[in-house]
């Protein structure tokens, strides 16, 4: 009798070694957002934004019904290439090039495919920098994100051979005219300012202005973990306690969109009329955030944009600064060279607000 030969079943996911610059991955697993997922959303961040709240509010400017929160969108996308591209992740390390491209209501499906564009083995021969930049589809086929991240990924033989560095030159800055795709010519008369919950809009932000958030917000260890579970993001360093009681923290790290969602929802004070992220120009996870952490934000307005061939918005560039366990009343960045120890991310986006 033939002995037969077993296949196994189950995977270790992608080590570094095991990416190519020009690979194309096609992500599992399509995913239905529905209101579920927005009402659980909402519960874990409390994002506070009329048009994704407000079906009527919605559908008075424009819109066919509220959209899905953005963020929503961005994690549910990156969620899909977890298990690919960063499931033996150190850490994942920053953003660029983030655009959003269409609106996504409740009951579409999204799907993901990436493109590794970028290899760098570190120095230290045990982990290497993937570059990869992932689009977002929705079940008719239409591209609703495209955004690039790099990611440190732990090799799987420390004596393998080291690619051939590629890094992968990036805009600093996604240009306004490529903004405003994911939003429809909204009707400014139909701004109802006092359901926004702000009586500010684009012409009542000057560049240079610094806003502190003011509110803060405590990460649980059960909230974190529904958080990225919401989005089926797989990265083991946010879920086995066991294993990461062992590493270089001692504990399981949050994935790095909570603070991101986190920080959004607490601009609400001070930008409740920044009702769409139109892009993410960079981001930098700075330092890691743990459960019992409180999250504090501001922001300072870096730039002020018309969008081509419209008048009913305009555009933000913010830098988002979001802190652990201190208040941003003082505007906390920089500590000489270095970062202050309270940092926790630095996002510089594009946000859209009502002339």
Known sequence: MTARTVVPKTSPGRFFEDFA???????????????????????????????????????????????????????????????????????????????FLAPVYPGDTLSAVSE?????????????VVHVRSTGFNQD???????????????????????????????????????????PNIDVEA????????????????????????????????????????????????????HQAQGRFGKRLIYGGVVISLARALSFNGLGNAFHIAAINAGRHVAPLFAGDTVFAWSEVLEKADLPGRDDVGALRLRMIATKNRPCADHPLMDGDAYDPSVVLDLDLWVLVPR
């Not at 690039?148 to 992968?168: C, I, N």
């Not at 919950?197 to 909230?223: C, L, N, Q």
Request: proline share 6%; aromatic share 10%.
């Open 21 to 99: 610059v020009g690979d194309v991955i096609r992500h599992a697993t399509p995913r239905t957002v529905t209101t579920g997922d927005v009402a659980l959303y909402t519960a874990l961040y409390g994002p506070r934004f009329a048009v994704q709240s407000s079906d009527a509010f919605a559908a008075a400017l424009g819109y066919p019904r509220a959209p899905v929160d953005d963020l929503l969108v961005f994690h549910v996308v990156f969620g899909k290439t977890v298990p690919d591209v960063s499931i033996n992740a150190i850490a994942n390390l920053g953003y660029a090039a983030c655009r």
């Open 116 to 128: 590794v564009i970028g290899l760098k083995e570190n120095s230290n021969g045990e982990s290497g």
């Open 141 to 183: 086929g239409t591209a609703v994100l495209d955004y690039v991240r790099w990611v440190m990924v732990r090799k799987r033989d420390k004596t393998s051979p080291a690619p051939v560095a590629q890094v992968p030159h990036l805009p600093r800055v996604v240009s306004p005219e490529a903004l405003g795709d994911a939003c």
């Open 191 to 242: 701004y109802d300012l006092a359901l926004a919950g702000s009586p500010f809009r684009f012409d009542d932000y000057a560049v240079g202005e610094k806003i502190d958030h003011v509110d803060g917000m405590t990460v649980e260890e059960a909230e974190h973990q529904i958080a990225t579970r919401l989005y089926q993001n797989t990265a083991k360093v946010h879920f086995d306690g066991y």
